[in-house]
């Protein structure tokens, strides 16, 4: 079974501009949640989605959004980019709220 | 406010020794608590995990210890190998969802051949 996929591995934005980063969860898997990364922070919630639903929203501005399409596969948009926002984005699935996180390997994005 | 923390941001041990990874956390109404292993440019992938109910979880070579009135958990890893080399990140929960997920800020773990 194929694991989460996150696309792209690497990008590189300026200040000012919008990202769009994309998930696909395992196969079956219904719950698609978004976390950041960065060093000496952890792993920071962003959002977490349920059949097409937001379910959960993290302590970010609403740059931050996402969403999930009718076949489970999520993206992450984030507009106005900062240079704060340079961090790794993990996407998890999991079967659901009762299961243990499946990650995906991250995109790493730097903002310049 | 961080909700579960790993004080020690690395570890180096020696190969075959006994590494130990240590957690804390301040809110006393988690009632489930799990191990990720990430290695460079990859996810974290789930280790092992604990109960409440519990105060001791094992696989294999990876035992949790769950210290409820200390609010602490440790991770064991004996006996060490290179390939055990990652980050290891404890998380916390008290209900369901990922929301309901708090984790630490990981720790280095080195293990020296």
């Known amino acids: 079974k194929a694991g989460v996929t996150q696309t792209p591995r690497y990008l590189i934005k300026t200040r000012g501009q919008q990202v769009t980063l994309s998930c696909s969860p395992i196969s079956g898997h219904r719950s698609v949640s978004w976390y950041q990364q960065t060093p000496g922070q952890g792993l920071q919630f962003l959002f977490e989605y349920f059949s097409e639903t937001q379910r959960n929203k993290g302590n970010f501005p609403g740059r931050f959004s996402g969403r999930q399409f009718s076949n489970s596969r999520s993206e992450m948009n984030v507009s106005t980019l900062e240079l704060g926002d340079s961090a790794l984005y993990l996407c998890?699935?999991?079967?659901?709220?009762?299961?243990?996180?499946?990650f995906g390997n991250g995109t790493r994005l730097t903002v310049t | 406010d961080q909700q579960v923390k790993q004080n020690s941001p690395s570890l180096s041990v020696q190969e075959g020794r006994i590494s130990i990874l240590n957690c804390d956390y301040t809110n006393s109404m988690f009632d489930y608590f799990l191990w990720y292993k990430k290695y460079p440019a990859e996810g974290p992938t789930f280790l092992i995990s604990?109960?409440?109910?519990?105060d001791k979880n094992e696989d294999g070579r990876f035992t949790v210890f769950l210290n409820k009135s200390a609010k602490h958990l440790s991770l064991h890893i004996v006996p060490s190998q290179p390939g055990d080399s990652a980050v290891y990140f404890c998380a916390a929960t008290s209900g369901t969802g990922a929301n309901n997920l708090f984790f630490g800020t990981g720790t280095r773990l080195t293990v020296i051949p």
């Open positions: 604990i109960s409440s109910i519990k």
């Open positions: 998890a699935s999991s079967l659901d709220s009762h299961s243990p996180l499946h």
